[in-house]
């Protein structure tokens, strides 16, 4: 597969991933979050596994390892989103999200001490002004579910940069079915935690909504079949089979087709309007993005050049 094809594939997912964030709401409406997670990630687990299970035969603990880290990380990224979903705009939620590219030289620094270029720097400053933009200047406008989201972006980052560490130059496919069955594997656990602690009365809940009753409806089914198969299953087997051909920064470009999707479905599907502030960060946001991404093009045509 040839670094474009790739890219496209991700472009397809990232579509995907935006109009999940509808769908997510839609399956909120009915469910707490962590439950509604834990009822996606098991349908995905079963169907993958039923589809897949030869795949696992002689299975390594090497992969094994790589699969469960993907799962937590990945696990731990949808959690945090979910609970921002409920609690603030999808737009809003889905352009915070969008901070994960610019994130990626930071905790790549933290990690792996790789160097951060001045590109990206500016980038992160950009996408951070436009992040303040989004939220209102004044800060009244910050919601928990802001707060949330902007948690869920060291996950995001962590996730793809190790899923290019965990790929890159494997084209065997045998490893894309292992890790795609894994990755729900160990995603499982962790929201089963979340969902027992804080949501099944065991202890009391942090919000009242987290003790909202688990009443499936139509809207319920019609949420969680897209996201337990097209968002879930789709979108993991094209990350898993197609980033190892491009890079966590040119993936998470890719991306950025996720938050403009689901601002564009959610004023119709659910009546969310962007403000023009809103939409001004929004596009800050996205400024950062490409300058983070473009710089780095730039960067390495010109030492290519030399």
């Not at 890219?7 to 997510?24: C, R």
């Not at 197609?242 to 601002?263: G, H, S, W």
Request: charged share 10%.
């Amino acid at each position: 597969m040839k670094a474009w094809q790739a890219d496209l594939a991700i472009v397809g997912a990232a579509a995907i991933w935006g109009l999940s964030f509808i769908f997510t709401r839609w399956g909120l409406e009915a469910s707490p979050p962590a439950t509604f997670l834990l009822c996606r990630f098991l349908v995905a687990l079963a169907a993958s596994a039923a589809l897949f299970w030869k795949s696992l035969r002689g299975l390594p603990w090497k992969t094994a390892r790589k699969g469960l880290i993907l799962g937590f990380l990945m696990g731990a990224g949808y959690l945090l989103q979910n609970y921002s979903v409920n609690f603030t705009e999808v737009s809003r939620a889905a352009f915070i999200a969008a901070l994960t590219l610019p994130a990626i030289p930071l905790v790549s620094f933290v990690l792996f001490r790789e160097k951060v270029k001045g590109y990206n720097l500016l980038g992160v400053a950009l996408a951070l002004a436009g992040l303040y933009l989004l939220i209102n200047p004044t800060f009244g406008g910050v919601k928990s579910g802001d707060v949330i989201a902007l948690l869920s972006v060291p996950m995001w980052a962590l996730y793809l940069i190790y899923m290019n560490r965990f790929t890159e130059g494997d084209d065997d496919p045998l490893l894309t079915r292992r890790l795609l069955v894994l990755q729900f594997a160990g995603a499982v656990p962790l929201v089963l935690i979340a969902a027992v602690a804080f949501e099944s009365g065991l202890l009391p809940p942090l919000h009242p909504d987290l003790a909202k009753p688990f009443e499936p409806n139509a809207h319920f089914w019609i949420g969680l079949a897209f996201c337990a198969f097209l968002a879930s299953i789709g979108i993991v087997f094209i990350q898993t089979a197609c980033q190892k051909y491009t890079t966590p920064v040119q993936a998470m470009l890719c991306f950025q087709f996720e938050p403009i999707t689901a601002t564009v479905f959610a004023w119709p599907i659910l009546g969310e309007a962007v403000g023009i502030m809103a939409a001004l960060g929004a596009a800050v946001i996205i400024l950062g993005v490409l300058t983070s991404e473009l710089g780095g093009i730039l960067s390495a045509k010109k030492e290519g050049s030399v």
